[in-house]
């Protein structure tokens, strides 16, 4: 247990449906990631927060994703009209500000299946 | 398009041998980390060594940097079952940036 949590663990929604993901980081790592994951492949970056600010989007992150973290504590990432090529895991990490300490620490992911 | 390409794709070897892993990337790093990810689980942190190290252990783990080949290896000394698992490279070129994986090396340990 890395410290990072995520829920829910498990999603299966019918294609069209909307679908929205919680992370909740480490306490005090002001970064947090998204990132996607399917079958067989490493993961790939989706976005990126320091703090409250979305800092960078990945071009995987379509017009029917989208991220907030609005305290910068916890971050939630919506998928809206889901595809069955949405199916994957997402993975959340984060990491501390200290500058030199760049391990990401990831949560345990959501698997998300589009029916 | 993932920058790290992890070799082989997949290892298969008997508990007590030792695996070898190798990763290769294409621009310049910041740092170079190796993850190990159990079947449908999170990603758990190995190593991070970084641009200007050459080598660095850690228990039964040893990694290598070659900035000048853009490669890094990782070695498993002494396997055991509970080393099966993939086994993932990422990079990141500056401070804060999004890690860049590569496919990952799939390892089986057979008891």
């Known amino acids: 247990d890395t410290g990072v949590s995520q829920n829910p663990r498990h999603k299966i929604t019918k294609r069209g449906q909307n679908v929205t993901f919680r992370c909740d980081p480490i306490?005090?790592?002001?970064?947090l990631y998204w990132y996607r994951q399917t079958l067989g492949q490493g993961p790939e970056f989706l976005t990126y927060f320091q703090n409250e600010a979305q800092l960078e989007k990945s071009r995987l992150l379509s017009d029917r994703f989208s991220a907030e973290r609005p305290k910068g504590s916890f971050s939630t990432l919506e998928i809206q009209r889901t595809e069955q090529g949405d199916s994957a895991m997402y993975l959340c990490?984060?990491?501390?500000?200290?500058?030199?300490?760049?391990?990401?620490?990831f949560g345990p992911g959501t698997r998300l299946t589009v029916l | 398009s993932q920058q790290g390409e992890e070799d082989p794709q997949a290892l298969s070897i008997q508990e007590g041998e030792n695996a070898t892993m190798n990763c290769s990337y294409k621009t310049s790093i910041n740092n170079l980390q190796w993850y190990r990810q159990n079947s449908g689980r999170g990603l758990v942190h190995l190593i991070l060594i970084r641009s200007n190290e050459r080598e660095k252990h850690s228990g039964r783990l040893r990694v290598t940097l070659d900035t000048s080949k853009k490669s890094s290896s990782l070695l498993i000394t002494a396997s055991r079952a509970a080393d099966t698992a993939s086994y993932f490279c990422?990079?990141?070129?500056?401070?804060?940036?999004?890690?860049?994986f590569g496919p990952g090396t799939r390892l089986s340990v057979l008891p």
């Open positions: 306490s005090e790592h002001n970064r």
């Open positions: 990490a984060s990491a501390t500000p200290r500058r030199g300490e760049d391990t990401q620490y």
């Open positions: 990422a990079t990141d070129a500056d401070y804060g940036q999004n890690f860049v």
